[in-house]
Structures are given as C-alpha cells and as structure tokens.
C-alpha cells in the first residue's frame, strides 16, 4: 500500500506540473502576471497529502515579508500557495535538477550563506526583488528543524530591512504540522530523495496550519539582530501557546 500512495502521489504531481507549467510560460510570454506559479504550489501540497489552513491574521497580500519556521520543502508548497511569496533560498537549489528550473518559476532569490564576503550583493538582489511588490518569504534558521524547538535565527539578510525601502511590514508565521512534525521532519542522514518517498507513502492526509501573526513595522528595531530577536520570540511565543 505505501508503494500504491507514493506512486499516486507522484503520478499527481507529475500531472499537476504538466497542466501548470506550459500555461505559465504562455502567460509570462504574453507580459501578463503568472497565477500559475502560486496554483500550482497550493494544489502540490494537497497531492502530497496535505490540508492547508490559515488562521490568525489576514496575510498581507504585497510589500510583506514572511519570516517563517522551517521543517520541510511541504512548507515551500504550502506557503507559496497561500500566499503567493517568492522565497529566499540558498544557492545550491539553483542548481538542482528540475527543482531549481521551478523555483526560478515562482523568482526565487538564491543566496550563499556560507560567504560572508557576498552578502552586501545578496541584500542587494533582495532589494531588487522587492521592488517587484511580490510578496518575500525567508526561513531565517537557515535549515530544517524538527518541529519540537526553533534554532538560532541567522541574522544577516535582515539587513535589507533597515531602513525599510518603503512602507514594508515583517509578518511572522508559524507553520504547525501538528502530530505530522515527525513525518516531515528529515531524519539524521536522510537524503532528499529518501524523505520525499517517506512523505509521499504515507497513509492518510495531514492538517497544516499557517498561524500568520501580527505583523509589524522593522523601521521601529535599530539593528538587524534586534529585529531577528524579535521576529524570533513572537514565533516562538506563538508556538508556546499553542502547546499550551
């Protein structure tokens, strides 16, 4: 039966990128805003057996900037779909075979982490990328979790926001997988591939809940690592209470 699933599932996410992927480029042809990046991110995370929710406040629909926990690539799924945000991810997607082309669908903004020399260029293509109103999601740890406790917030790309290009809002967001957090999580030593077919096999459909909180002025925080700290401890805090 767990193969069944993941064949299923697979089968729908081929069909889904098929649909999807040629009326994009008809429409991006024509000079027309694509919706089709943000529908196909929504209707992916249902064929991989997930039920998206948003609850809280309303998401802010341009000039935001989502700062999120991070779990799983279910997250880039749901939240894209949700939302319709651009992502801030590391470089090594580009690269990656069919993902990369995909995420340079949805303009993913690559970066390089681990070279510190380059972040005043990376802060400047977050900038640019900006000024296009799409709205920016950023999962500040850096990597994965799993789920139980969030990691220390990398700080530097924090620094586009100060001072803010124009009247942009952060808006935290707490992706709550519930009792699936072991499920998505990757396990120590897990290969992509492997974590994939452990989610896609699975029995039964999970509830995701995007807890979108307040969101807030980052002019009003002096430096970049206040502003993290900040972001931080209001979604640690809502994930305390909702634990509680």
Sequence with gaps: MALLRLLWRLSLLIAITLWHVPLHLVTRWSGRPSPWPRLFLRRAARAAGFDVAIAGAEPLRHDVFFIANHLSW????ALGGATGCAFIAKDSVRTA???GWLAAQNNTI???RERRGAVSGQIESVRAAMATHQPIALFPE????DGTALLPFKSSLFSVLLPPPRAIRIQPVVLDYG???RLVAWLDGESGLANACRILSAPGRRRLVLRMLTPFDPGTHPDRKILAAEARRRIEESQRSASD
Excluded: H, Q
């Design 74 to 77: 279910i997250d880039i799924l």
């Design 110 to 112: 690559y970066v390089a």
């Design 179 to 181: 009792a699936a957090n």
């Design 97 to 99: 075979p069919l993902v």
């Design 142 to 145: 850096g990597t994965t979790g």
